[in-house]
């Protein structure tokens, strides 16, 4: 197996939002929603190209006028037609694999999405992989639509190859039930290039439909860095599963049989929304871009210290913080909304 899965902050051609419409569970929040897209696609285009999957042309419409009217650089934003449920870019969008030798030639893999075990309608968004590819894709690279379901908020990888998950996500009965957790390993090994597997055993966040994905609790920075959210209210519900979590990270060991360097990042005040249920605030929710670290916040008191602290795994990026409170409302956070697409991934993309 020569290609790998290419970590976030390997170089890229753009970043993918697929776009909130009427049609879906958006529609009563679209107001508050689509200025945090809007502030989103300036921040990327600002350093690299901007995909926006468009549900119809009069969304496409839409958009394009959101859009001058921030007066972003449309030059800079590629646009996708294609129709879609919802707009989780993370899980429903490709993973995209560089060859080892010749990291211009690309692997994208399109996962089967199943709405997080079929919690949610997700037959458009599946299909969102293959519209994205046939209009936007460079010529050489080779798209594979695979029957195992995964997604992208689900993993994480580092620059070994080292791949690093959650059992609880994994390894649910509502993903590939057939499968145990040698043969998911022996399949990422295949088709993303895995050379080892950290299973993270412990960790949730309430309000989460995800079941634990990897990117609601511990990320990997360059350098052997993990970095993960902290819990210190020990009256918080969340204390013990998380401190159960940071004791198994102070666990793993590198390649090396050295221990990861830790990160750790504060925990945000609860948030509920009008209904009382708790909504997944969490600053592990980044996305690396060229160059810089959009950092969700959440107008709490530890906003700065998030930032602050994703500076020091990241110190050659420019952090910046995004008021995410509207995306939570709909119980995912920055991270689950974009797709990052690795450097050759566009048709004509030179910057």
């Excluded at 690279?141 to 059992?167: P, R």
């Excluded at 994905?213 to 990320?219: F, G, K, M, W, Y």
Aim: charged residues 20%; contains cysteine; negative net charge.
């Amino acid at each position: 197996m020569n290609f790998r899965l290419l970590p976030e902050w390997a170089e890229q051609d753009a970043v993918m939002l697929t776009w909130p419409h009427k049609h879906t569970d958006w529609a009563d929040n679209l107001a508050r929603v689509e200025p945090v897209y809007v502030e989103l696609a300036k921040h990327i285009t600002h350093y690299q190209f901007l995909v926006v999957v468009a549900h119809d042309e009069a969304l496409k419409a839409h958009i394009t006028a959101l859009l001058n009217q921030a007066n972003i650089n449309l030059e800079r934003v590629h646009f996708v037609v294609t129709p879609t449920n919802d707009t989780w870019a993370r899980d429903h969008g490709p993973l995209t694999c560089a060859n080892i030798n010749d990291e211009t030639k690309l692997k994208v893999y399109d996962f089967t999405f199943n709405g997080w075990g079929n919690k949610f309608e997700s037959t458009l968004d599946n299909q969102i992989n293959k519209a994205v590819v046939e209009q936007l894709s460079h010529a050489n690279n080779d798209y594979q639509a695979l029957d195992m379901v995964l997604e992208g908020g689900g993993i994480e990888i580092n620059e070994h190859g080292v791949l690093l998950t959650t059992s609880e996500c994994l390894l649910n009965k509502n993903r590939n039930p057939d499968l145990s957790s040698q043969d998911i390993e022996t399949l990422l090994k295949t088709h993303l290039g895995a050379t080892d597997f950290l299973w993270v055993d412990h960790g949730y966040l309430a309000g989460d439909d995800t079941d634990s994905h990897i990117d609601t609790l511990v990320r990997f920075a360059p350098n052997n860095t993990l970095v993960y959210v902290q819990c210190d209210d020990e009256n918080d519900e969340h204390f013990t599963a998380l401190k159960a979590m940071e004791n198994q990270l102070k666990s793993f060991k590198t390649a090396g049989n050295t221990p990861y360097t830790l990160v750790e990042l504060p925990w945000p005040k609860a948030a509920y929304d009008d209904e009382n249920s708790r909504l997944p605030a969490t600053y592990a929710n980044y996305l690396i871009i060229n160059n810089a670290v959009l950092v969700p916040t959440y107008n709490d008191v530890n906003d700065d210290r998030a930032l602050a602290q994703v500076q020091i795994a990241y110190p050659q990026h420019t952090i910046i913080g995004v008021n995410c409170q509207p995306i939570i409302e709909q119980f995912g956070s920055l991270h689950c909304i974009t797709m990052q697409l690795p450097r050759g991934f566009l048709a004509g993309a030179a910057q």
